[in-house]
Structures are given as structure tokens and as C-alpha cells.
């Protein structure tokens, strides 16, 4: 390993050991690691073509992958031999860990659930690739100042990436707009605008190395020459227009999960990679199969959200105008090779395009597209119609061109059955299918927290890493208090750290015996923030009225980004930060509560923060949040849950047990009930004294003196239309946090309910989820190639 540390560093580099920076052994490290893979990587795609096997391809607007070198290291075994290499060169292998920006092309759960099935797909030998954009900016980078957030651009590709490897003989051209042509019963499009996409592969090998898949991300390019005519006439900007144009397509990541954003732009991009990909998949088939009727059975194609859905039209366009289908035979192709994971029933985040945009942007799929709304009505006669309203319905298109459709989460997954897709299931009773979300515990255990990792494979030896289930043995030390108070030191010893990591970064000193209470998440008034912030206010003024009575210490920590246009979650931002400039400041408070946000939330924070959790916010409106995948990575890392009824909240606390769950709030029946009374927020405020003095004080600007009328929309807002019914929840909410004060008291009850959140978690792997796709929508097999054992 050192020798091929340096050999990087000297013949891929061109640097000198002894002028080299920590950015260049990480560069290093990384192209070693590398290396590494390839072999194992040749040899699956090899054996994929042998075995004629089944490919599943992810199709996402988004990996959130965060850093690399950690996990690579952790996957090929090759942690310690990395570290004592870099020991022997002089090097901290900690710093140079630490020094790989975020690959952060996503913007929350959604992204990060495909990059924690791309280790999954790798780990059980399933053949797969992801696609998706190599956007030049990830998602933006977040300051406060003055407690407002400010975004700037981020920029992770400013460095070499050492894990990609760049393909430019891969290349298609995509075409947007220009005209169709119809004659003879043909059509023939005629783009009016045209830009390449080039392919970058990234190997994503699986645990224990066995197993290598690829993440193929694509730039966009000119397709045009350079203009050197006018370069030549001095006119540089028109020199170089095709390429700016081209390259707008790639350039950034929409900063927007939730809400429809970016119309045109977001539509190319959207069209970009999901063209560039369903013509890379048919090449490959093609290049080893002659007859495209036999795509389904070679190929599952998985659209993750409604993003890719112009997959279906794309693919049909492609069967019927270039491989000459009939049209009917090409949708009912497609729909066997396609599967649509819906990830919200938000109604702002449900993609509609006017049909006059669609129109132009790609006026051949808007013909498919009507073609197939007729398909479906002549089957299937009143049933939702994909174009309505002058606006064509991307859930609906991808509900009909999909032979499954899975939900997130068991509520979830009912949810959809009877809200948004409530028509389409009654005609389609046997395509909507559950797929609870699941994570890695590679890294969202084994590598993020040594501490808590190394005492359990001391405990219970190394195979829960492969399989999470064996945790399961742990629930016999419930008991041992010799046991729990390692446990207990482990989280001691992850808590001490962050709190050092507090003090640097934020300037504040806290309490590593204090309880540490997360919320770490997009910032979206569904996932209640605002409610959070609210008890923290609510529990000061009685540490104030009563200083001297037995309080439970806290640190209330907060993370997370608002989308730059949404007004409210920036308001929710400054108002966390005006009350903790005066929360921290306060000498009657002094160490029982501190209130904590770090800017920019990411990946490498959130696994800084989980493993130091006591306890884990999942305090969304029941009903909102489809599943939420962080509550199951604080569980497996020993934190309690405060959470609502609401995603996988539901079937964590089944697992773990409802007594070691602090559950509160109105369920997702309730909400909907609640919202029909009529002023139901106003007389909750009424009702609680509480909750009207916190109000009050926010209002009068208590936390803002410089601006007392700052947060008046933002409270008037609650008393007026509260949809997400923090008012309603208040109370029930700042009764569990007390109840969750007192059982944190008293130690060892808790350390005991905590270690069966980590020993019940085995079910939420993504092993779990990924065999689950696998067998009810990709019917491909999980081969045991990494020594795992099957499960499902
Ligand atoms: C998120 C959902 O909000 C979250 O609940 C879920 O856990 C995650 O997807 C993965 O399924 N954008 N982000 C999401 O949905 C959308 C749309």
C-alpha cells in the first residue's frame, strides 16, 4: 500500500513526497484504493456478460454520496492497512481522511437512499448501474450570518476526483426541441438544439470487495465544433455560446426537494440524463441480444421519483420510431422493464409540466406521451388521465408506464393507495407494492462510529456487518450492567468528541453529560423545526422561573439547509439562531441548555452527529414524511426516538418496542380530521399557556431586539393556518420531552432502552430493502456473492 501511495503520488501526480500536500495524499490513497477495485470490478461486468444476467439500473436525479476514501478503505478491508501506511509516510491518515470535499449531488433522503442502495446492489452481487447527473456544483454550501442563511456555490469538483474515471468514447446526443415529421406511418423528430452527454464511471465495489457495479454520471457537452471562425474574428462570446449552453445542463444540482423549481432548465436536465441513459442500457442489450422484445427480461429499470419518468415516453420512442414497434406493443414493453419508487405526497412536489413547455422542450414525447393517455383510456375507460388541465401529470405517467409502484414505508405505502393514486390503484390493485427504506450499515454504523463497532464485534463477533440481524444477540445484555456501561462509555466517548468539535467549530462549550438532542434534516415546516425550537423556548422560561429545580441538562442540536427560495424555512433558520444567541448567553441557564447549529449540514456532519445522538427528532406532521431514513440510522447508533406516528417512525417503534419509544402527537387520521375544525390552531394556542407566553415573547421580539417585528409573519402564521399543527402537537410534545428528562436521569434505564434501538434495527439494512426489490419488482436474483447470508 505504500509503495502504491507513492508511486501515485510521484507518476499520477507528479509530486514530490516531500513537497506534497495532504490534498495530494489524499489523491493518492484514494487512486490506490482505486486500483484495488478495478480487478474486482472487471471481473463482475465480465461475468454479468458470461451469465447473460439481469441488469437493474437506478436512474436518480441525485447520489448523495458524501466522502469516499473511508468507505472504499472499509469495503476492501483495507482501513488499517491504509492507516498504518500513511503512519509510516510522516502522514495523520485521520487529516487526510478528512480532507475529501463532499460529493454532494443531492439533496436529503432521497439522494442518499440511492447511494446507500448502490453499496447494497454491490454487496449482494446484484448487477446494476446507477445513473444520474455529474453536476459540476453539488448542493449549495450554507453560512449564517447574522443568522440568516447564505448560500453560496459549492464546489467539489474545483479539486481532481480521484474515484471517477472519464469516458469520452461514451457519448450520446440528446435533442431538445425543433419539430416531428410524420410520413408513411413514421415519425421523425427534429431537435432543434443538441448537446452530448459524456459518461463518468465511478466503481462502486460492495463489502468485503467481491462485487463491483457502476455509478455512471453524465456532463453535458456542445455537440456543435468550436466556432473558430468567430474566434478568429475576435468574437469570443460567440465562440464559445454552444458550449456555455451545453454546459448550464450539468452545471448545477437544484436546490429544491420538495417543490417544483427551475421549469425549463430543470425539464432539460431531467430529459438529459434519463435520455443519455435508456440509450446507454439499449446498446448494451442490444450489442449481446437481437430482439428487443427480450428487454425485459435482461433489463429493470428503476425511476427513482417522478424525475426520470420521461423514461417511459423515452423508451417507446426508441422501440416504436427506431426499432419500428407498434406503438401499443412498445408501452406494454416498457411498462415490464420500468418500476416508479414515490417518495412524497406533498402536492407542491408532484411534478406537472404545462403542456405548452413539454411541447416545445420535447414535442415527440408529448405525442407519446397523449398516445399513451389514450392507451391507458381505451383500457381502461374514466380512468386518471396523465394530461389534465393543460398540464401533463408526471405521477400519473409514471404510475402507468411502471408494472410495480413501490411507497417508502408501510404508512407511506397506504397513504399513496389512498390519496394521491387512489383512482389508479382501484384499476391497478396489484401494482402499488411496499418497500421500506432501508441504510448501510456499513456506513452508517461500522464506519461512523468505531467506538460502538468495535465493542459489539468484541460482544458478538464481526458478521453483523454482512448481516445486521445478528444484532439481534445483543438484547440478552439489556440485563448486563457491566455491558451497558461500555455501551454507555462508547456514546460518552462519540459525545466528547463532538462536543470538542462544538467548540472549535461553533465556539460553544457544552456538556458531554448533558443530554444531545438532534434534529438534523431539511429544513421544511412538515419536519417541524419550528415546534422544536418552540420547546426550547417553552423549557427555558421554566428553567428560568425555577433554576433550582432537578433539570435534565440538554443540548439542543440542529442541522440543516432550507431551499433558497423558501421564505419560511429561512425564517425558521434565523429564529433557531436569534434564540440561541440568547439561550447561550443566558448565566441563569448557564450549562442546563445550550442550543446548537452548525452551518452546512452534509453527509460527513450527519456522521459526526448520529453516533453522539441521545436522542433522535422525528417530529414531522403524521402524514408528511414518506419515511425518513436518518430516525433509523440515530436508533442503530443507540439514540431513543421522540417522533410522531408518522414513516417508518411507525415500523421502527414496532421493532424496538413501543416502551422504549417517546412517542406523541395526533396521528395522520387525526391531522386530517383536525384541519376541519374550524380554528383549531388559535384555540390550541388558547389552551396553552405555554405554548401563547413562548408566542408572545417571539412576537414582541424578545429574540430579535434589533428587529422586534421579525418573526410577527412567522407567528401570526401559527395562529392563522398552521397546517402542519404545531400548535396541536405542542403540548403533547414538551409532556414527552419531560418524560424522556426523567427517564435520561436515571441512567441505566436508559442506556438499557437505548441498546434495543441498536439491537432491533437488523430490519432496517438496506440489505432488507434491496432483497425486497429485487424479488417483487426487478425479479432479479441476490446472489450471495459477498458471503452474506439471505435474509429475506
Ligand atoms: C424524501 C422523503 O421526504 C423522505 O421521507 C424519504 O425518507 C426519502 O425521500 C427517501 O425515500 N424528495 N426527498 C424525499 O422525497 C422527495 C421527493
Same mark, same amino acid.
Given at each position: 500500500m505504500k509503495e502504491e501511495i507513492l508511486r501515485h503520488l510521484c507518476k499520477s501526480l507528479g509530486k514530490d513526497a516531500a513537497h506534497s500536500s495532504v490534498h495530494d495524499w489524499r489523491v493518492a490513497l484514494s487512486l490506490a484504493l482505486r486500483d484495488r477495485m478495478v480487478d474486482h470490478w472487471f471481473r463482475s461486468t465480465r461475468e454479468t456478460y458470461e451469465t447473460r444476467a439481469k441488469r437493474v439500473y437506478y436512474l436518480s436525479m441525485e447520489f448523495l454520496i458524501g466522502r469516499l476514501v473511508e468507505d472504499m478503505a472499509a469495503n476492501l478491508g483495507l482501513v488499517e492497512e491504509a492507516r498504518a501506511a500513511l503512519t509510516e509516510l510522516g502522514q495523520d491518515y485521520d487529516a487526510v481522511v478528512l480532507n475529501e470535499p463532499d460529493a454532494a449531488l443531492g439533496n436529503g433522503g432521497l439522494g442518499r437512499l440511492a447511494a446507500c442502495f448502490m453499496d447494497l446492489l454491490a454487496s449482494l452481487g446484484i448487477p446494476a448501474y446507477g445513473y444520474g447527473i455529474r453536476y459540476e456544483h453539488g448542493l449549495f454550501k450554507q453560512d449564517f450570518v447574522d443568522g440568516r442563511q447564505v448560500e453560496t456555490a459549492e464546489t467539489w469538483l474545483t479539486q481532481r476526483n480521484p474515484w471517477e474515471f472519464e469516458r469520452p468514447e461514451v457519448q450520446f446526443r440528446i435533442g431538445f426541441g425543433g419539430h416531428v415529421d410524420h410520413h408513411d406511418g413514421k415519425a421523425y423528430w427534429h431537435p432543434w438544439e443538441t448537446v452530448l452527454a459524456t459518461a463518468y464511471d465511478t466503481p462502486v465495489v460492495g463489502w468485503q470487495g467481491k462485487w463491483g457495479n457502476t455509478l455512471r454520471l453524465w456532463s453535458a457537452r456542445p455537440a456543435s465544433k468550436f466556432d473558430l471562425e468567430s474566434f478568429n474574428r475576435g468574437d469570443y462570446l460567440a465562440a &464559445?455560446?454552444? #458550449?456555455?449552453?451545453?454546459?448550464?445542463? !450539468?452545471?448545477?444540482?437544484?436546490?429544491?426537494?420538495?417543490? #417544483?423549481?427551475? =421549469?425549463?432548465?430543470?425539464?432539460?436536465?431531467?430529459?438529459? $440524463?434519463?435520455?443519455?441513459?435508456?440509450?446507454?442500457?439499449l446498446r448494451r442489450f442490444l450489442s449481446d441480444h437481437d430482439d428487443i422484445r427480450e428487454l425485459p427480461q435482461y433489463v429493470a429499470i428503476q425511476l427513482n421519483d417522478t424525475h426520470p419518468a420521461i423514461a417511459g415516453p423515452e423508451l417507446v420512442r426508441l422501440m416504436s420510431d427506431e426499432h419500428n414497434l407498434p406503438m401499443d406493443e412498445a408501452i406494454e414493453l416498457a411498462r415490464r422493464c420500468l418500476g416508479y419508487t414515490n417518495h412524497t405526497l406533498l402536492p407542491e412536489a408532484l411534478e406537472r409540466w404545462h403542456v405548452g413547455l413539454l411541447g416545445r422542450v420535447l414535442p415527440r414525447h408529448l405525442e407519446i406521451i397523449r398516445a399513451i393517455d389514450e392507451d391507458q383510456q381505451a383500457r381502461h375507460p374514466g380512468s386518471p388521465r396523465i394530461l389534465e388541465h393543460d398540464h401533463v401529470h408526471m405521477g400519473e405517467l409514471a404510475f402507468i408506464m411502471a408494472h410495480k409502484v413501490n411507497g417508502v414505508s408501510a404508512l407511506h405505502t397506504e397513504l399513496v393507495k389512498s390519496t394521491v393514486f387512489s383512482d389508479l390503484h382501484r384499476i391497478h390493485p396489484t401494482r402499488i407494492v411496499n418497500q421500506t427504506n432501508g441504510i448501510t450499515p456499513r456506513r452508517w454504523l461500522h464506519t461512523c462510529n468505531a467506538p460502538l463497532s468495535n465493542l459489539i464485534t468484541r460482544e458478538i463477533g464481526d458478521g453483523w456487518?454482512?448481516?445486521?440481524?445478528?444484532?439481534?444477540?445483543?438484547?440478552?445484555?439489556? &440485563?448486563?450492567?457491566?455491558?451497558?456501561?461500555?455501551? !454507555?462509555?462508547?456514546?460518552?466517548?462519540?459525545?466528547? *468528541?463532538?462536543?470538542?468539535?462544538?467548540? +472549535?467549530?461553533?465556539?460553544?462549550?457544552?456538556?458531554?453529560?448533558?443530554?444531545?438532542?438532534? +434534529?438534523? =434534516?431539511?429544513?421544511?415546516?412538515?419536519?417541524?423545526?419550528?415546534?422544536?425550537?418552540?420547546?426550547?423556548?417553552?423549557?427555558? /422560561?421554566?428553567?428560568?422561573? @425555577?433554576?433550582?429545580?432537578?433539570?435534565?441538562?440538554?443540548? =439542543?442540536?440542529?442541522?440543516?439547509?432550507?431551499?433558497?427560495?423558501?421564505?419560511?424555512?429561512? +425564517?425558521?433558520?434565523?429564529?433557531?439562531?436569534?434564540?440561541?444567541?440568547?439561550?447561550?448567553?443566558?448565566?441563569?441557564?448557564?450549562?442546563?441548555?445550550?442550543?446548537?447549529?452548525?452551518?452546512?449540514? /452534509?453527509?460527513?456532519? @450527519? *456522521?459526526?452527529?448520529?453516533? @453522539?445522538?441521545?436522542?433522535?427528532?422525528?417530529?414531522?406532521?403524521?402524514?408528511?414524511?414518506?419515511?425518513?431514513?436518518? /430516525?433509523?440510522?440515530?436508533?442503530?447508533? &443507540?439514540?431513543?426516538?421522540?417522533?410522531?406516528?408518522?414513516?417508518?417512525?411507525?415500523?421502527?417503534?414496532?421493532?424496538?418496542? !413501543?416502551?422504549?419509544?417517546?412517542? $406523541?402527537?395526533?396521528?395522520?387520521? *387525526?391531522?386530517?380530521?383536525?384541519?376541519?375544525?374550524?380554528?383549531?390552531?388559535?384555540?390550541?394556542? *388558547?389552551?396553552?399557556?405555554?405554548?401563547?407566553?413562548?408566542?408572545?415573547?417571539?412576537?414582541?421580539?424578545?429574540?430579535?431586539?434589533?428587529?422586534?417585528?421579525?418573526?410577527?409573519?412567522?407567528?401570526? &402564521?401559527?395562529?392563522?393556518?398552521?397546517?402542519?399543527?404545531?400548535?396541536?402537537? $405542542?403540548?403533547?410534545?414538551?409532556?414527552?420531552?419531560?418524560?424522556?428528562?426523567?427517564?435520561?436521569?436515571?441512567? !441505566?434505564?436508559?442506556?438499557?432502552?437505548?441498546?434495543?434501538?441498536?439491537?432491533?434495527m437488523g430490519w432496517f439494512s438496506s440489505d432488507r430493502t434491496i432483497r425486497g426489490y429485487a424479488r417483487d419488482i426487478w425479479q432479479v436474483d441476490a446472489v450471495d456473492r459477498a458471503g452474506l447470508e439471505m435474509t429475506a
Open positions: &464559445g455560446r454552444s #458550449e456555455a449552453l451545453a454546459r448550464t445542463i !450539468s452545471r448545477v444540482l437544484y436546490p429544491d426537494d420538495t417543490t #417544483e423549481a427551475g =421549469k425549463e432548465l430543470r425539464l432539460k436536465q431531467e430529459y438529459f $440524463f434519463t435520455a443519455a441513459s435508456i440509450m446507454d442500457l456487518v454482512a448481516d445486521l440481524e445478528k444484532l439481534k444477540a445483543l438484547n440478552q445484555r439489556t &440485563g448486563d450492567r457491566e455491558f451497558l456501561d461500555a455501551f !454507555s462509555a462508547a456514546k460518552r466517548q462519540n459525545k466528547t *468528541e463532538l462536543a470538542d468539535w462544538i467548540a +472549535q467549530t461553533c465556539g460553544i462549550a457544552v456538556d458531554p453529560d448533558a443530554m444531545f438532542d438532534v +434534529q438534523i =434534516k431539511r429544513i421544511h415546516e412538515y419536519k417541524r423545526q419550528l415546534m422544536n425550537i418552540l420547546e426550547t423556548v417553552a423549557l427555558w /422560561n421554566e428553567m428560568r422561573d @425555577a433554576p433550582d429545580a432537578e433539570w435534565t441538562p440538554r443540548v =439542543k442540536i440542529f442541522g440543516g439547509k432550507a431551499a433558497p427560495g423558501y421564505h419560511v424555512a429561512k +425564517q425558521i433558520i434565523h429564529l433557531i439562531n436569534d434564540v440561541a444567541r440568547v439561550i447561550n448567553n443566558d448565566p441563569v441557564t448557564g450549562d442546563l441548555l445550550k442550543v446548537v447549529f452548525p452551518a452546512n449540514y /452534509n453527509v460527513t456532519m @450527519a *456522521e459526526r452527529l448520529i453516533p @453522539a445522538a441521545d436522542l433522535s427528532e422525528q417530529i414531522s406532521t403524521a402524514g408528511k414524511e414518506a419515511s425518513g431514513t436518518g /430516525n433509523m440510522k440515530f436508533a442503530l447508533n &443507540g439514540a431513543l426516538t421522540i417522533g410522531t406516528l408518522d414513516g417508518a417512525n411507525v415500523e421502527i417503534r414496532e421493532h424496538v418496542g !413501543s416502551e422504549n419509544f417517546f412517542l $406523541f402527537g395526533l396521528t395522520a387520521r *387525526e391531522v386530517v380530521e383536525r384541519r376541519h375544525v374550524h380554528g383549531y390552531a388559535r384555540a390550541a394556542i *388558547e389552551a396553552s399557556p405555554r405554548l401563547s407566553r413562548v408566542l408572545g415573547q417571539i412576537a414582541d421580539g424578545q429574540f430579535s431586539p434589533e428587529d422586534s417585528s421579525r418573526y410577527h409573519g412567522l407567528v401570526g &402564521g401559527l395562529y392563522d393556518h398552521d397546517y402542519f399543527l404545531v400548535t396541536c402537537d $405542542f403540548d403533547s410534545y414538551f409532556d414527552t420531552q419531560r418524560r424522556a428528562d426523567q427517564v435520561y436521569r436515571n441512567g !441505566s434505564n436508559w442506556a438499557a432502552m437505548a441498546l434495543r434501538n441498536t439491537a432491533s
